[in-house]
T-cell receptor, first 117, second 110 residues
Framework: DTEVTQTPKHLVMGMTNKKSLKCEQHMGHRAMYWYKQKAKKPPELMFVYSYEKLSINESVPSRFSPECPNSSLLNLHLHALQPEDSALYLC????????????????FGAGTRLSVL | KQEVTQIPAALSVPEGENLVLNCSFTDSAIYNLQWFRQDPGKGLTSLLLIQSSQREQTSGRLNASLDKSSGRSTLYIAASQPGDSATYLCAVKANSKLTFGKGITLSVRP
């Protein structure tokens, strides 16, 4: 099973709403990632979690708040978003460890299409 | 800062043609290079991963090569089919981060 499951598939929210995106994997991966992808652009890394600890934050605004409650689950909490935050949000996972770094395939979910009104 | 370039941005070919997609990167200090496929509005599907110590990988009709010293990779698709129509992205990994190219949108005409 190489599946990364993201919910919901689509989300429409107002600028004052609070919502959360969810990502789940059962491959035993200890690294999980959030990416943002605008139309016709490549994915941009937002956050990396390694062993359930935040290891990389690519200077993402605080209105995006990640959370990794356990090794299988990754959340992205959204609050007071702007219309320009509308995008496809992708979650990914991989194994972690310097010895295996070169072999580690990142597996992506299908994404959550977010629209901010 | 690593930069990944994929040219051209779009490509249209007739069915059955063999084709090559190119990817170049500026910093050769990478762990691996991955080729992904993305259908419109969908997530990314990993096609092939080449470790920095490897020269090529094959999966079915796909063959990817890596020349780390020159900062280049190619994805070869044999006997293209309409179902191969998608955007193909290459990404290089260094320091726990993947850096993506902008992708090549491939259209295979029946």
């Amino acid at each position: 099973d190489t599946e990364v499951t993201q919910t919901p598939k689509h989300l429409v929210m107002g600028m004052t709403n609070k919502k959360s995106l969810k990502c789940e994997q059962h491959m035993g991966h200890r690294a999980m990632y959030w990416y943002k992808q605008k139309a016709k652009k490549p994915p941009e890394l937002m956050f990396v979690y390694s062993y359930e600890k935040l290891s990389i934050n690519e200077s993402v605004p605080s209105r995006f708040s990640p959370e990794c409650p356990n090794s299988s689950l990754l959340n992205l909490h959204l609050h007071a978003l702007q219309p320009e935050d509308s995008a496809l949000y992708l979650c990914a996972s991989s194994q972690v460890g310097r010895v295996a770094e070169a072999k580690n395939i990142q597996y992506f979910g299908a994404g959550t299409r977010l629209s901010v009104l | 800062k690593q930069e990944v370039t994929q040219i051209p941005a779009a490509l249209s070919v007739p069915e059955g043609e063999n084709l090559v997609l190119n990817c170049s990167f500026t910093d050769s200090a990478i762990y691996n290079l991955q080729w992904f496929r993305q259908d419109p509005g969908k997530g990314l599907t990993s096609l092939l991963l080449i470790q920095s110590s490897q020269r090529e990988q094959t999966s079915g009709r796909l063959n990817a090569s890596l020349d780390k010293s020159s900062g280049r990779s190619t994805l070869y698709i044999a006997a293209s089919q309409p179902g191969d129509s998608a955007t193909y992205l290459c990404a290089v990994k260094a320091n726990s981060k993947l850096t993506f190219g902008k992708g090549i949108t491939l259209s295979v005409r029946p």
